[in-house]
């Protein structure tokens, strides 16, 4: 399968513990970016890669958030200390040059209890 | 800033009936369109996108979506919905000169026999 691959799928965690996601996006794709979706809610813009540099996040990733893309390839969004308002699903995306279509994983979800 | 209104949050359909839903961007130039499918469990899949040229783009499962400058709106329609056709939309708005793309909140579909 060459989609968007992301690990864990769910990962349960008591609050105040560290959390890292993976993301595998498509080989040929230098854009990469993180979502954190919420019930009820659509995705939200967290930050996003050209290659290995983070050109870009939102203010919604505090500083506690963490992500990192170190070769260009895959990334990892890291939580620390979670909170329980950390509960959501986050979603990885790519895209090749240029704008247009994001390519999504089928998202990481997160519950902190 | 860019902006995505999704006005119905739930809307129900009778198999076989037509269905239109409802998009409005807020964006200063053209900007660049998409409609997206999330199913229980699924990532996001791509239906359609338009960028330019033809207002009334086709896509996949029979939708299709006509871009209204004058209203701002990019709605997307299917003549016959199918049972599986059950999910979340999800209208989403980029621009050339950034990168990601801005989410509205969601339409849920439900399909009634």
């Known amino acids: 399968d060459t989609g968007v691959s992301q690990d864990p799928r769910h990962k349960i965690t008591k609050r105040g513990q560290n959390v890292t996601f993976r993301c595998d996006p498509i080989?040929?794709?230098?854009?990469l970016y993180w979502y954190r979706q919420t019930l009820g809610q659509g995705p939200e813009f967290l930050t996003y890669?050209?290659?290995?540099?983070?050109?870009?996040k939102s203010r919604l990733l505090s500083d506690r958030f963490s992500a990192e893309r170190p070769k260009g390839s895959f990334s990892t969004l890291e939580i620390q200390r979670t909170e329980q308002g950390d509960s959501a699903m986050y979603l990885c995306?790519?895209?090749?040059?240029?704008?247009?279509?994001?390519?999504f994983g089928e998202g990481s979800r997160l519950t902190v209890l | 800033a860019q902006s995505v209104t999704q006005p119905d949050i739930h809307i129900t359909v009778s198999e076989g009936a037509s269905l239109e839903l409802r998009c409005n961007y807020s964006?200063?130039?053209?900007?660049?369109l998409f409609w997206y499918v999330q199913s229980p469990g699924q990532g996001l899949q791509l239906l359609l996108k338009?960028?330019?040229?033809?207002?009334l783009v086709q896509g996949i499962k029979g939708f299709e979506a006509e871009f209204k400058r004058s209203q701002s709106s990019f709605n997307l329609r299917k003549p016959s919905v199918h049972w599986s056709d059950a999910a979340e939309y999800f209208c989403?708005?980029?621009?050339?000169?950034?990168?990601?793309?801005?989410f509205g909140k969601g339409t849920s579909l439900l399909v009634t026999p």
């Open positions: 964006y200063g130039a053209t900007p660049y």
């Open positions: 989403a708005v980029g621009a050339n000169s950034g990168y990601a793309l801005n």
């Open positions: 338009y960028f330019s040229g033809d207002t």
């Open positions: 080989s040929e794709h230098n854009r």
């Open positions: 995306a790519s895209s090749p040059q240029g704008p247009g279509e994001l390519f």
């Open positions: 890669f050209q290659n290995e540099a983070q050109l870009e």
